[in-house]
């Protein structure tokens, strides 16, 4: 049982290009989230999604998009990335009824030059 | 929208010495109240959380936290610091299904 991975689990991106970070959960869960965490401020939800099918926007969406085409497979997408994308991605999932209590991958960390 | 303040954005100790991390939040109803733990270079690990019941809650590696509405606070204690308690620790609210905050962080030094 792997839990929650991220991959990769490092990057390093040019202003423009285009990339996907991949969050896979073995644990069947129903409710997936990605979340940036920059220097002083925390963990701040970007993407979240509901099921497979679903997503929806968090708090800091704009220049990401996500897909769930798989119940276990959460992707997000950076079409052009720009410096103020870089931060450590962390992708969480959770069971429905579980209170919001989330289980974390181990992250990703991108810099954009 | 719900909001979590903690104020102290490092603190030291002595191995041995007590620990308390303070945790304020802002929620209009009873919150989800949740401290995680990160260490270098890895992914939060979850220590405690509070959703109803007993106030004063345990968690791993001998934390415990202590919800006191009137103050609006949840903060995190742990009697005695080992050094490998050394990390930084994260306070969040969960409100609804879908919206959990976390505070900056707090980190932890230990001093031999």
């Known amino acids: 049982n792997a839990g929650v991975t991220q991959t990769p689990k490092f990057r390093v991106l040019k202003t423009g290009q285009s990339m996907t970070l991949l969050c896979a959960q073995d644990?069947?869960?129903?409710?997936m989230y990605w979340y940036r965490q920059d220097p002083g401020m925390g963990l701040r939800l970007i993407h979240y999604?509901?099921?497979?099918?679903?997503?929806a926007k968090g708090e800091v969406p704009d220049g990401y998009n996500v897909s769930r085409l798989k119940k276990q497979n959460f992707l997000l997408g950076l079409e052009s990335a720009a410096p103020s994308q870089t931060s450590v991605y962390f992708c969480?999932?959770?069971?429905?009824?579980?209170?919001?209590?989330?289980?974390f991958g181990p992250g990703t960390r991108l810099t954009v030059l | 929208a719900q909001s979590v303040t903690q104020p102290d954005i490092h603190i030291t100790v002595s191995e041995g010495a007590s620990l308390e991390l303070r945790c304020n939040y802002s929620?209009?109803?009873?919150?989800?109240l949740f401290w995680y733990v990160q260490s270098p270079g890895q992914g939060l690990q979850l220590l405690l959380k509070?959703?109803?019941?007993?106030?004063l809650v345990q968690g791993i590696k001998g934390f415990e936290a202590e919800f006191k509405r009137s103050q609006s606070s949840f903060n995190l204690r742990k009697p005695s610091v080992h050094w490998s308690d050394a990390a930084e620790y994260f306070c969040?609210?969960?409100?609804?299904?879908?919206?959990?905050?976390f505070g900056a962080g707090t980190r932890l030094t230990v001093k031999p």
């Open positions: 644990m069947n869960h129903e409710y």
């Open positions: 509070y959703f109803s019941g007993d106030t």
């Open positions: 999604s509901v099921g497979e099918g679903t997503t």
């Open positions: 969040a609210v969960g409100a609804g299904n879908n919206d959990m905050r």
């Open positions: 929620y209009g109803a009873t919150p989800y």
């Open positions: 969480a999932s959770r069971p429905s009824g579980s209170n919001n209590e989330q289980f």
